[in-house]
Structure formats: structure tokens, C-alpha cells
């Protein structure tokens, strides 16, 4: 049966919304008019001209009240080049008081309600922080990969910096080799970074109900295989696989771990060492013990957003460390006679440097010591864990102190994101009192 109703018509028009160029031809010119008027104009210019000129003029004036020198004046003092420059820019960053008002209250505000941190750090899920080259070595390319070396060697002139070593390999053998050749086990112990262990809390996704793999750079394998067939050896105290309901090995807005966490790996680190160095018993070693102390405070990720002080955003966080003594109530110190020597980075250092703010003397190296119930001798330095402990070693050996002397094992701790993102500078250890920086390392 055919239908008896009517069809309707469509009626096309030519000529859209305000922005259809078919009805106007300076559209189609691509010329469009405003009209402001004058006084308009005249406003938004003075505001404009208010808003440049007050940061300047309020920074002049803060600084004639403290009495402090422009570092404006530094551009006059010797000719412009890259580098002064460069130096130049930093400092009028330093010193702008416009940026340390404005700055803080800004990130509070973006960090409290939009989860917006800064290049140095990532606000997960529930108020955990990351360190921000933590996230980029687990997220990141091989860092085995040679485009990624060549990128990392050949940038780093391009921003004003000295030439790095990218590649982490040579370093770790020749250091390995000027061991072996005074009969000292090297071990080497990069610390797994935050985001692979603690990932749910970084982005949120996965079922935690189930285990979940540990997450890697895709170098690490290849890299862990290539080290351990050439005899170095390597401790990695990262679980096989992340189980629902775990204690956090991770302290909630810090880089570095808990205390309850670094204190087993301490214990497993301890094992190992003797086992691969075939560390005979200890004599003569101070009998020690660890008593438990409570510290608060929020992480040194909180101190990275550079917050006001009197932020509330991020409460610190209540932990309890075991401080290492001695019989006598001595606090624990590192013993240069030891026959085991750390170099260590700010894990290292974590929970037993005082100016770190969790603790004293209750860190890896003191459990170290008392896992092993021996002496044990530290050279930590914070950050740049890829060449800084190395070079300090280095420095005393070519000044005529033997560091080295006695040592049957030398544990070179790192964060593993340094493999990615350090320096791995070369150092000649052609004779122990003449180590220094290799050539072509700065």
C-alpha cells in the first residue's frame, strides 16, 4: 500500500553562523573588524604597561629596603656570552621576590585542587608524589638504546652544560676491573625507583586484587644479563611481582623508601655481600644494637613544589626508624678500618643524615653494620649517584689515602633512574694513587 503522505522538502540556504566566509567577502579576505573604542584601549594599555612594569619596579624596591645589590648589575660587569648569560637568568630567577610571593600560593592552589605538580615532581592518586626522572626512567626508551645515548650526549652542550657519558656500561667495568685487580668484589645495588613499586598509586589503573608484575625500563634486562656476564655483580631487591594489600615500600611524599622496607633490604643486602665477597667472620667489630625513635615530617617532594610554609595540603608523615648504637649509647658512625666500604646516594643517606629530617644514624649503612655485625666504611653523597661517590673515592686515592685498603667488598648503591638520566663519567684507575677523572670527562 503506497503512503498518502505528503513528502516534505528540505530547504538548503547558502550562508552559516558568523564565521561562513559565503556572505561576507573580507571573511573570504581573511580580514576581520574590531572595533574598540578609544577609551577602551587607552585602559588596557595602562593596565598592560601596570602589570610589566610593577614586577621590575616592586623587585627595585624590595631590594633597596633589604639592602641587597640588583644582579641586574652583573650584565654590565664583562661581555655577554652563553654562559654568563645563562647564569645571568638564573639569578634574576633566584632573586625575583614577585616569583617567591606569587609562585608558592600558585602551586598550592594548582596542586590542592588540580593535581598539577612541577617538572620535579608528579602528584599521583591520594596525595603520593613522584619524582618526576623516577617516572621518565620507567616511562622512557631503553637506556641501553643507542639513539638515546647519542640524543642525552649530544643535547647536553646544546643547554649550556658540560659533555655527559650517557652510557652507564663503561664506567661500571673499568671500576669493576681496578677492583678485581686489588682483589675487591664490586656489587652493584641500583635502588628501584617509586613508580615501579608503589604504580597503582601513580596512575590508578589496574585491578588490585591481583598480582602485578614489577614494571621496568626496557633496558633493564638486557642491561642486568650483559653486567653479570662480565662478573659484576648485581643485587635488586625488587620483588617478582607486586600482591595486593602489601605494606608500601615507599614512604608516601618522599623519593626514597620506609623505613621498615630499607631495614630488610639491609638484612638481604648483608647476605648477599657475604656470600660474594666470601666475607670471612668479623673480629674486633663493636657490639651493636638499634632502639626505635618516631620522626615526622613530609617528604622532600612537598619540599620540591616550594609551597608556603604554611600549607596544609600535605600533612607529614609519622615513621619509626631504628637508630643504631653502640654498647655505650654511641650513635653509629662509619668505620674507615672496615672491610666494607658503601658508596651511596641519598638512600644511602635517608634516615641517618640529620639535615634529611627522618632520623640519625638508623639508615642502610648502619643496618648494613649490624646485619653484618662488621665494620663497614660510607663515602654518600646526595644525588648524581652515577659518578659522584666514584669520584670522591677517586680524589682520595690520587691525594695518597688509601680508601681501598682492607676492603674486601665495595657496594655501590645508586637510584636506578640514574641509568637513564646520570652522568657516567670515566675515571682513570690505572694505579690507586693516581685515580682521576678520565679524558673527555669534565
Not at 610589566?52 to 624596591?61: K, M, R
Not at 654590565?76 to 637568568?89: I, Y
Not at 591520594?126 to 647519542?150: C, E, K, M, N
Request: glycine residues 8%; aromatic residues 8%.
Amino acid at each position: 500500500m503506497q503512503s498518502s503522505l505528503p513528502i516534505p522538502t528540505i530547504s538548503v540556504t547558502r550562508g552559516g553562523g558568523p564565521t561562513d566566509t559565503a556572505h561576507d567577502e573580507k571573511l573570504r579576505r581573511g580580514i576581520i573588524d574590531t572595533s574598540v573604542s578609544r577609551p577602551v584601549a587607552l585602559a588596557l594599555s595602562i593596565v598592560f604597561l601596570a602589570i610589566i612594569y610593577a614586577v621590575p619596579i616592586g623587585q627595585a624596591v624590595a631590594e633597596k629596603v633589604k639592602g641587597e645589590d640588583s644582579p641586574l648589575l652583573s650584565l654590565f660587569e664583562h661581555a655577554p656570552t652563553k654562559a654568563s648569560l645563562r647564569q645571568f637568568e638564573k639569578d634574576v630567577e633566584q632573586a625575583s621576590y614577585p616569583k617567591d610571593f606569587v609562585q608558592p600560593r600558585l602551586q598550592l592552589l594548582l596542586s590542592a585542587v588540580g593535581r598539577a605538580g612541577n617538572k620535579r615532581c608528579i602528584i599521583g592518586r591520594q596525595r603520593w608524589l613522584y619524582y618526576a626522572p623516577g617516572v621518565t626512567y620507567l616511562a622512557g626508551p631503553s637506556f641501553l638504546d643507542p639513539d638515546f645515548i647519542h640524543t642525552r650526549e649530544s643535547e647536553a652542550p646544546d643547554d649550556g652544560a658540560s659533555a655527559i657519558h650517557a652510557d652507564p656500561r663503561p664506567a661500571i667495568l673499568a671500576f669493576k676491573e681496578a677492583l678485581g685487580k686489588r682483589g675487591i668484589k664490586l656489587i652493584l645495588f641500583p635502588v628501584p625507583d617509586k613508580a615501579m613499586l608503589q604504580p597503582l598509586e601513580l596512575h590508578g589503573r589496574g585491578d588490585r586484587s591481583v598480582p602485578i608484575s614489577v614494571p621496568r625500563n626496557p633496558g633493564w634486562q638486557a642491561f642486568v644479563d650483559e653486567m653479570r656476564a662480565k662478573g659484576v655483580a648485581i643485587f635488586d631487591p625488587a620483588p617478582e611481582a607486586l600482591k595486593p594489600g602489601e605494606t608500601p615500600r615507599y614512604l608516601e611524599q618522599d623519593t626514597h623508601w620506609t623505613p621498615e622496607w630499607m631495614e630488610q633490604v639491609a638484612r638481604d643486602l648483608a647476605r648477599f655481600a657475604a656470600e660474594k665477597a666470601s666475607l670471612p667472620a668479623a673480629s674486633g667489630a663493636p657490639t651493636l644494637h638499634a632502639r626505635p625513635d618516631v620522626v615526622k615530617r613530609v617528604g622532600d617532594l612537598v619540599d620540591m613544589l616550594k609551597l608556603p610554609e604554611s600549607q596544609t595540603a600535605f600533612r607529614p608523615q609519622t615513621v619509626t626508624v631504628h637508630t643504631v648504637e653502640d654498647g655505650g649509647g654511641t650513635a653509629w658512625e662509619p668505620d674507615p678500618a672496615g672491610d666494607v666500604l658503601l658508596l651511596g646516594d641519598s638512600f644511602s643517606n635517608v634516615f641517618t643524615m640529620e639535615p634529611m629530617g627522618w632520623g640519625v644514624a638508623a639508615g642502610l649503612a648502619p643496618q648494613l653494620a649490624l646485619a653484618l655485625g662488621r665494620r663497614v666504611d660510607v663515602i654518600a653523597q646526595n644525588d648524581s649517584g652515577a659518578y659522584v661517590t666514584r669520584q670522591a673515592l677517586a680524589r682520595e686515592l690520587a691525594a695518597g689515602e688509601d680508601r681501598l685498603a682492607g676492603k674486601k667488598v665495595v657496594i655501590w648503591e645508586f637510584a636506578a633512574r640514574e641509568l637513564s638520566v646520570g652522568d657516567w663519567k670515566p675515571l682513570d684507575w690505572s694505579s690507586p694513587g693516581d685515580a682521576r677523572v678520565g679524558a673527555g670527562a669534565r
